[in-house]
């Protein structure tokens, strides 16, 4: 697997990837740590997970340097993320005992009935590059603490992320075998997941990726978690603090150089406010420094991936025939290195690529609606159903109107983001199951029923 720096264009690295041996002996120390790691005391397990926080946080710039060199991330934002991770460790640590604590039930006299929780086994995760350690932590940390143990597969151009997440484990104190990566091919998931050994499995990626794991584990009737991205639409209403919506919105869309599934992807936007949030928008989403990820000043890096930028200038430049106006951007930085500038459209046709596909990058269609009707109805005409965001300054409002939203989750007067203490996961094209909190932790255990007479 070789490693391309996308700011540069150069190879910076090259790792061999798993054959049929390196996949066979990781099965079999993942099954056979598995008989041991389900027994050990809760409090045990999260004592391990505390100190993989204390890993994370004592070698954050060498990890967030790793992401930087091999997807782009700005090195500030990288820096974040190993803070997040740690974060969500340190969540578990302090809440799986509540998560997982056995429930009773209404029960005849002398009798006890309750459901207990048990770990199912070696759970593989397929992992994508955007996010390369925060994906990977939120399945990690609550899973192997209720007692499963890892398998990671994770996205083929991050081989270097993926290594230092089990050197986490590693130098925390896990047992060998508890969380293994796997440089192995999108080609050898199938096998991986028919395996006996292999219990579970969860997925972050594309459309087509979710559609393969869930078909080869429904038929091996494993129990499957898949979040499949987003358009998430951003709902401006006439009532709304336009400053404050147009600058959060811009980063909204731009974090991570657009690289997000919960980013948002459609700004829509009511016809009162309108002209104003589109002037104030457009002038933050060109006040942006873009540059080397590796400077802290630096907001915007590149695209992951030479082949990403192509897709979404494609997407852009057929937008831009179909009718709609490109207001800012819309061209390839002329640069060395996959860089794409945030780029705003208007008047955006129904049907063009960046009003009916997921836009993966920093580019943004704005929507003028005439009403709170109007603005429902367009959120809702996608596919997806991941994240939402929507703008008043009444609250009860928009507590209403986030009934109406089809999407795993509704922020009002915020971005959409993912945090520790409430579940993740979308609808529709995004995908089902869900992760984070307790509802995440719950996913990949056995509720079992246990009645005595």
């Not at 710039?61 to 700005?74: D, H, L």
């Not at 589109?278 to 991936?305: H, W």
Request: hydrophobic residues 35%; charged residues 30%; negative net charge.
């Amino acid at each position: 697997m070789e490693v391309t720096n996308p700011a540069t264009g150069e190879q910076v690295d090259s790792y061999e990837a798993d054959d049929e041996d390196d996949v066979e002996a990781a099965l079999d120390r993942a099954t056979e740590t598995f008989d041991s790691w389900r027994d050990r005391p809760l409090q045990e397990r999260t004592n391990l997970l505390s100190s993989a926080g204390e890993v994370l946080r004592e070698n954050k710039q060498r990890y967030a340097e790793t992401m930087t060199e091999e997807m782009g991330k700005p090195i500030t934002q990288a820096k974040s993320e190993v803070e997040k991770c740690a974060w969500v460790c340190d969540h578990y640590a302090e809440h799986a005992s509540e998560y997982l604590d056995e429930k009773g039930h209404p029960s005849p006299a002398g009798s006890t009935v309750k459901t207990v929780y048990e770990p199912l086994g070696p759970v593989l995760a397929v992992m994508p590059w955007n996010f390369p350690f925060w994906q990977v932590f939120r399945f990690a940390a609550p899973y192997v603490t209720a007692g499963n143990v890892g398998l990671l597969k994770h996205a083929s151009n991050v081989p270097g992320c993926s290594e230092a997440i089990e050197e986490v484990f590693r130098e925390a104190g896990y047992p060998e075998g508890a969380f293994q990566s796997l440089l192995v091919s999108s080609d050898q998931v199938e096998g991986v997941l028919e395996d006996d050994r292999v219990k579970a499995a969860t997925l972050t990626g594309s459309g087509p990726a979710g559609r393969s794991v869930a078909a080869t584990a429904g038929e091996n009737l494993k129990k499957t978690v898949l979040e499949l991205g987003g358009s998430d639409p951003y709902v401006v209403l006439d009532d709304a603090d336009v400053e404050a919506a147009a600058e959060t919105g811009a980063w909204a869309r731009v974090q991570n150089g657009g690289q997000s599934c919960i980013a948002a992807k459609r700004f829509i936007v009511h016809t009162d406010v309108y002209d104003e949030f589109l002037d104030r928008f457009v002038e933050q989403m060109k006040s942006y420094t873009i540059g080397d990820p590796t400077n802290e000043d630096t907001e915007i890096g590149p695209q992951a991936r030479e082949s990403l930028l192509e897709d979404l200038h494609e997407q852009v430049e057929d937008s831009v025939d179909a009718g709609a106006e490109l207001l800012t951007g819309g061209e390839p930085l002329d640069r060395e290195g996959a860089y794409y500038p945030p780029t705003v459209l208007s008047d955006v046709p129904e049907g063009c690529p960046v009003d009916s596909e997921e836009v993966f990058g920093p580019a943004a269609p704005v929507y003028e609606v005439e009403d709170e009707e109007a603005a429902i109805q367009k959120a809702n005409d996608t596919e997806f159903g991941l994240g939402s965001s929507i703008w008043t300054e009444d609250r009860d409002r928009g507590e209403r109107l986030a009934g109406r939203i089809d999407a795993g989750c509704v922020y009002v007067n915020q971005l959409v983001k993912s945090d520790p203490r409430v579940p993740f996961g979308g609808i529709k094209e995004s995908g089902y199951g869900r992760e984070l909190s307790g509802a995440g932790m719950r996913e990949f255990v056995n509720r079992k029923t246990v009645w005595v007479e």
